[in-house]
């Protein structure tokens, strides 16, 4: 069985480097998986960019948190130097 939930950001939501989400369930069972769908990201891009995304899992079991297997690394340029470039990522 898939769960499917509404992710809510929690912590310092004027964080423009960090985003922490937190799912509106609080229990996985046995069986069961939890989905971060429909991701994306924007962005303004003057000339060249880079970036990534790392995910960690926090729990009871695991306060420390335990980092995911799956990253995404972005790099690119614009080289018409407008504003406009943006890209998105589905995860």
Same mark, same amino acid.
């Given at each position: 069985?898939?769960?499917?939930?509404?992710?809510?950001?929690? /912590?310092? &939501?004027? @964080?423009?480097?960090?985003?922490?989400?937190?799912? %509106?369930? #609080?229990? =996985?069972?046995?069986?069961? $998986?939890?989905?971060?769908?429909?991701?994306?990201?924007?962005?303004?891009?003057?000339?060249?960019?880079?970036?990534?995304?790392? /995910?960690? &899992?926090? @729990?009871?079991?695991?306060?420390?948190?335990?980092? %995911?297997? #799956?990253? =995404?690394?972005?790099?690119? $340029?614009?080289?018409?130097?407008?504003?406009?470039?943006?890209?998105?990522?589905?995860?």
């Amino acid at each position: 069985m898939n769960t499917s939930s509404v992710w809510k950001r929690i /912590g310092d &939501v004027k @964080s423009m480097d960090q985003y922490w989400l937190q799912p %509106s369930t #609080n229990e =996985i069972k046995p069986g069961e $998986s939890l989905t971060f769908s429909s991701f994306q990201l924007k962005w303004k891009a003057t000339q060249t960019y880079s970036g990534g995304i790392v /995910g960690y &899992v926090y @729990s009871d079991e695991f306060p420390d948190g335990i980092k %995911s297997f #799956n990253a =995404i690394h972005i790099q690119g $340029s614009n080289d018409s130097g407008e504003e406009t470039a943006n890209g998105t990522s589905g995860v």
